[in-house]
């Protein structure tokens, strides 16, 4: 039984697909431009807030909505600067 636990376990770490968020880092005060235009007409947003989920900021009206990381990852179009450097 043992042996079977472990080649299921083995099984499920070869095959785990990779999610849309794996190759892709996000810092904050980063602008990133959305796919979907906000009500106000902006497009870019600014990252205010990091964890399980992401705040934004919008740059046109200063509204500011979270996001999940996976809902983030299929609404980003383009990540127009990569903000500060420490």
Known sequence: MLDYIRQ???YNQRWQPMGPMDNMNIELNQRVRLRKAHPCGGFEWRVVRLGAD???????CGRRVL????????RIQLVL??????
């Open 81 to 86: 600067d990569v903000g500060p450097t420490t």
């Open 67 to 74: 996001l999940t990381r996976r809902e983030l990852a299929k």
């Open 54 to 60: 992401i705040g934004l900021e919008c740059d046109t």
């Open 8 to 10: 299921m376990v083995s």
